[in-house]
């Protein structure tokens, strides 16, 4: 059978499963075919389907019941924050069981192809290549890892999957390892590309240092240098080729800082008639026409008027700020990437946007001694859009005893997870011992972003008033 009749989604559907079981029969698919050992004489494409099952569960169904199933996932999260603010003595009970009216999930304008980052791993594949460069399947608790290419991930662009395989053809030919189990060795480790809508293309290579001398780690860089510009990888058209070596899983450009082999030191796109710069480690929403309709509707649930005081925490590189900048009087926004506010700050100067002031630092430091001699009279609303950690306690207690702040708007990729303790702490009734004086947020309104097409994740947009 011809792949593309293995991975085209079928033509007709009857209604998709509830969520949970979805996800449940996709990851269980496979259960039995292997267990805490990989099977190397399993054709190709049962690893394709089988990565697009992990990746994009959603994939096989049409999109507009993409759109129910996730529908379906958030009103069952409103339905549980509405029962935890009753465990509270919270009356939160809305038609529905909700604790706020929930708006239907607003459509991804591209489905696929959307991404404008992904991340490459190097590990072992299901031919025992040690340096397959791709996308994991399997846990590390079943010792049953394996590194796919992602040729067939229909939410990774084609530029992204071109890079992968050139750096899979150089890392193919060198005489150094890869890094799979940082005791044991190796070198080369993730690959992350970065696109914009401009046309331009950033490669970061992590590498692994172990013993090596500098000697050794400068043709190393050598090598890649010309490999991607004189070589095969020259196909690319890289506007930006980063080297960084790191020890860790995961490392700042504080800790161990971006090399800069080839090209330009950052990458720009356009959104909302703005010009962004982007840095290698800045944050920058992961579907770009998305955050174009998301930032939209985010203007309009601020209800700034023009004496507003706009207070933008997690803000990246500026982009929810700087598009609301123009119908407020001020915008502040606190960031703990440094490079990002570094870019956050290049913006508001190119966009000749000059009611913006940043900060860098950690919100849970910084954010308190802002708000704690606050005594500016204008409105102040906020918006919040942190990581999946959600808000460290001492933010959303700046907030709940803030006064001015009277409007919150949180935006959370995983609004069952670490934020939904955030929701909690906002809404609660007042707690001497945990210093929440403040008056609670209620939540009044809530919308979910399609983000993240052929996956279960959506951005959902949560409204607090007081």
Not at 399 to 412: D, E, K, P, T, V
Request: proline share 7%; with cysteine; charged share 20%.
């Amino acid at each position: 059978m011809a792949l593309c009749c293995v991975l085209r989604p079928p033509r007709c559907r009857l209604r998709p499963p509830p969520l949970r079981s979805l996800v449940t029969t996709t990851a269980a698919a496979w259960e039995g075919k292997e267990k805490a050992r990989v099977n190397c004489s399993l054709p190709e494409p049962y690893w394709e389907e089988r990565l697009a099952n992990a990746v994009t569960p959603l994939w096989r169904l049409p999109y507009q019941e993409q759109l129910q199933v996730k529908y379906e996932s958030q009103r069952k999260i409103l339905q549980t924050l509405a029962s935890r603010l009753e465990e509270l003595g919270i009356d939160a009970q809305k038609p529905g069981g909700l604790c706020c009216p929930l708006q239907p999930v607003v459509p991804s304008p591209i489905i696929n192809g959307y991404r404008n980052k992904s991340t490459f791993s190097v590990n072992r594949g299901p031919d025992g290549n040690p340096k397959t460069v791709g996308l994991y399947v399997g846990t590390g608790r079943e010792r049953n890892i394996v590194c796919v290419k992602a040729n067939h991930v229909e939410n990774i662009p084609s530029k992204h999957k071109q890079v992968a395989q050139c750096y899979e053809e150089f890392i193919s030919h060198s005489p150094l390892d890869s890094c799979i189990l940082f005791h044991e060795g190796g070198h080369w480790r993730e690959l992350v590309v970065r696109t914009t809508r401009c046309g331009h293309t950033m490669a970061i290579i992590t590498f692994h240092p172990q013993q090596l001398g500098q000697e050794a780690l400068a043709t190393q860089k050598a090598l890649l240098k010309e490999f991607f510009t004189c070589g095969p990888g020259a196909v690319c058209a890289l506007t930006s080729l980063y080297f960084q070596e790191s020890t860790m899983t995961r490392c700042s450009h504080e800790q161990s800082p971006y090399q800069l082999l080839h090209g330009a030191p950052h990458i720009f796109e356009e959104l909302l008639g703005l010009r962004f710069r982007i840095s290698p480690d800045a944050f920058f929403q992961v579907n770009t026409a998305g955050a174009e309709v998301l930032y939209q509707t985010v203007r309009e649930l601020c209800q700034a008027a023009g004496d507003t005081v706009l207070l933008d925490i997690c803000c990246g590189t500026g982009t929810i700020g700087l598009s609301l900048a123009h119908q407020v009087s001020k915008v502040i926004g606190v960031e703990v990437v440094e490079k990002a506010i570094e870019d956050a700050e290049w913006n508001a100067a190119f966009n000749r946007i000059s009611n913006c002031e940043f900060h860098s630092g950690k919100a849970e430091a910084v954010l308190p001694q802002l708000l704690a001699s606050w005594e500016d009279a204008r409105p102040l609303v906020a918006v919040v859009n942190p990581s999946r950690a959600g808000l460290h306690y001492r933010v959303v207690r700046a907030i709940r005893n803030c006064r001015a702040i009277r409007r919150l708007l949180y935006i959370s990729c995983k609004p069952e997870g670490e934020a939904m303790r955030n929701f909690l702490e906002l809404c609660c009734p007042p707690d001497p011992r945990k210093k929440l004086a403040g008056e609670p947020f209620a939540p009044v309104m809530a919308i979910p972003f399609d983000m993240f097409p052929h996956t279960v994740h959506c951005e959902l947009v949560l409204l607090f008033t007081r």
